[in-house]
């Protein structure tokens, strides 16, 4: 039986909704999102990607996580952003020299 459409846009309505407020929520932690977005993979390397909240072409999504290649290990892993605030001058400059493809 399939979902009425009325229902089908509730559920999509409520999933923007909650893909903007928990952007939201991040930013004002601190995390920041976009071109250059400094992320860490499981492994602990840090490079940048380009992040775009509620989309992604080259990362499986998991939430808060992506599985996407890192370009430091040469391996595929989970990464999730990181605070630049947390990191050190010399982090941010390796992680800055480290870019992973350009593709969104």
């Not at 089908?8 to 923007?16: G, N, S, T």
């Not at 999102?33 to 499981?42: A, E, I």
């Not at 290649?69 to 605030?85: F, T």
Request: charged share 25%; net charge positive.
């Amino acid at each position: 039986m399939a979902m009425p459409r009325r229902n089908r846009r509730k559920i999509l309505a409520l999933l923007v909704v909650l893909d903007v407020l928990g952007t939201l929520i991040a930013r004002i932690r601190g995390y920041r999102f976009g071109r250059k977005t400094l992320v860490r993979c499981h492994s602990g390397h840090l490079f940048t990607t380009i992040w775009i909240p509620g989309g992604s072409l080259k990362a499986l999504r998991l939430g808060w996580w992506r599985v996407q290649y890192c370009p430091v290990g040469k391996h595929w892993s989970i990464v999730a952003p990181v605070k630049e605030a947390d990191l050190s001058l010399r982090e941010k400059r390796l992680a800055q020299r480290h870019r992973d493809i350009r593709i969104p």
